[in-house]
């Protein structure tokens, strides 16, 4: 069955500090993976995906499939980064998610 | 704003009421889909349409729910007898193509009493 964890409900750090939001999946197919952003009372948005393995917002996340993992990096943490975020797998050819439970990210100044 | 637009913002009734949702999607998205979401959860699938059609539907979409697009425009999502288990965030997005970025509604916070 599909499932995605994050084990971390809140992660604070200092303004500058390296964050990391871990995110593990199960799936027994080819995984494509999200991560989505959500500010304080705005949407839900699209943060990055792993297949245009691109920096966005100065995050990163790479997918390992030994690991089944896909944490969301980034080395130095701006107060405007804080906000809820969510790992995503999508399953199948449309936009069909199966969300982890998201981590809170407090930057402190 | 042009972005997903769903409407009413909060809902509160009462315990066996019937409550209707409405779904705007981005225009020239043809596909949208509805997401519930519960307190310290991540939202979790309940429905897919292509214009009209509804394609796939959640185990979660129990037989008190129904989802409409009628003419491939705007959606609704009605819960017919609410119970308290459906309070929840009713998120709806749509997407240009099935696996194009999805974009999000603000949601539509249920409160069943």
């Known amino acids: 069955a599909q499932r995605v964890t994050q084990p971390e409900k809140l992660l604070s750090v200092f303004k500058g500090a390296p964050v990391e939001l871990k995110c593990n999946y199960s799936?027994?197919?080819?995984?494509?993976l999200f991560w989505y952003v959500q500010y304080s009372r705005q949407r839900l948005q699209l943060l990055l995906r792993h297949i245009s393995r691109e920096s966005i917002k100065g995050f990163t996340a790479d997918l390992n499939k030994g690991e089944t993992s896909f944490h969301l990096k980034k080395p130095f943490a701006q107060e405007e980064d804080s906000a809820m975020y969510y790992c995503?797998?999508?399953?199948?050819?449309?936009?069909?998610?199966?969300f982890g439970s998201g981590t809170k990210l407090n930057v402190k100044p | 704003d042009t972005g997903v637009s769903q409407d009413p913002r909060h809902k509160i009734t009462k315990r066996g009421q019937n409550v209707t949702f409405r779904c705007d999607p981005i225009s020239e998205h043809n596909r949208l889909y509805w997401y519930r979401q519960t307190l310290g959860q991540g939202p979790e699938f309940l429905t897919y349409f292509q214009n009209e059609a509804q394609l796939e539907k959640s185990r979660l979409l129990s037989d008190r729910f129904s989802a409409e697009r009628p003419k491939g425009s705007f959606s609704t999502l009605e819960i017919q007898r609410t119970e308290q288990g459906d309070s929840a965030m009713y998120l709806c997005?749509?997407?240009?193509?099935?696996?194009?970025?999805?974009?999000f509604g603000q949601g539509t916070r249920l409160t069943v009493v």
């Open positions: 799936y027994s197919g080819s995984p494509e």
């Open positions: 995503a797998l999508r399953v199948g050819n449309f936009n069909k998610f199966y």
């Open positions: 997005a749509s997407s240009l193509a099935p696996d194009y970025e999805a974009f």
